[in-house]
């Protein structure tokens, strides 16, 4: 067993006893919670099948028949032909099923009220946004590219943050040692003291309120500026995050009328250098270097505007 699916599991036995669904009376009424589930599913469909429920709760047929079989019974549901297919039979809850699941949902939201009383607005939103994030990824595989916003106003923390994730990144992916996180404090430092915002800009991309990639673009004089800081989180890769701050970037150049915009990397950030290209920056100079722990070729790379 993995440490992922380890942690996954312990997560799954907190959660499950902590909203206490593991009872066989789902909030001390006669249903079981897949029961109550199935009246919410109804509910919130104007037109649905057996068919239809059997593939949205992933149920077996005949599990799910013996239970609309006692719904029928109890009167908490009526099964209408269908008027595309009369074959078809729609389910739909009776005046009794939507007052049953309606004084559920009210018991259901004070109990989860309950829950949560004793947290703070903040700690109410890190919870949501973190239920948001577990739903995106085991459901896409991947973050919904419409939760990532973008903005380019630096706010207090930013730039510490910035530095914190270039620190442990570029560990992580290039093994680089704590002198390459002393190297970016003294160039964010160096940027602070001359920052001017009609020539100077940080790109930062956020997800739940959190910066996960950035660029930046430092004017060098009037005619020149250099690229600095690009960087995306591997979790939030192939999203289109790194090609948009790339494009914003190279905009604002166009837009200040600089004629060159250069930028300072390694031959080992391969994904970048290979943005690099596709945006038009052309490779104009390399060195070999030894720093931060590792040999590598520090390359300088060029994109001139023509006029």
């Known amino acids: 067993m993995t440490s992922t699916t380890s942690k996954i599991r312990s997560f799954n036995r907190f959660y499950t006893a902590h909203l206490d669904i593991l009872s066989q009376h789902y909030l001390d009424s006669e249903y079981s919670l897949t029961e109550i589930r199935i009246l919410y599913e109804i509910s919130e469909s104007k037109t649905i099948t057996a068919q239809k429920i059997t593939e949205i709760l992933n149920l077996d047929k005949g599990y799910l028949s013996r239970i609309l079989k006692r719904f029928l019974k109890e009167n908490l549901i009526v099964k209408i032909a269908s008027e595309e297919d009369k074959r078809a039979l729609n389910i739909k809850l009776t005046d009794s099923g939507n007052e049953l699941l309606s004084v559920l949902n009210t018991k259901s939201e004070n109990k989860i009220e309950g829950k949560i009383e004793n947290l703070n607005s903040s700690q109410k939103e890190i919870l949501v946004d973190a239920m948001k994030t577990v739903r995106n990824l085991l459901t896409e595989n991947k973050i919904a590219r419409e939760a990532i916003t973008y903005r380019h106003e630096i706010t207090p923390g930013d730039v510490g943050y910035i530095i914190h994730l270039h620190g442990t990144i570029y560990c992580k992916e290039y093994n680089f040692s704590t002198d390459f996180e002393k190297y970016v404090i003294k160039t964010f430092y160096d940027f602070l003291e001359k920052y001017s915002p009609e020539n100077d800009r940080i790109w930062m991309a956020q997800y739940n309120n959190k910066i996960v990639g950035c660029v930046a673009i430092v004017h060098q004089s009037n005619e020149e500026a250099q690229l600095r800081w690009f960087l995306l989180d591997p979790a939030f890769r192939g999203l289109g ?3 948009r701050l790339l494009t914003d ?11 060159n915009v250069f930028l300072l990397t390694t031959n080992m950030q391969d994904k970048a250098l290979q943005m690099y290209k596709m945006m038009g920056f052309e490779l104009t100079k390399s060195e070999q270097v030894q720093e931060w722990g590792k040999t590598f070729y520090e390359e300088r790379y060029d994109l001139r505007f023509i006029e």
Do not use: S, T
């Open 241 to 243: 995050i790194g090609k």
């Open 249 to 259: 970037a190279v905009d604002f150049c166009k837009e200040k009328n600089f004629k």
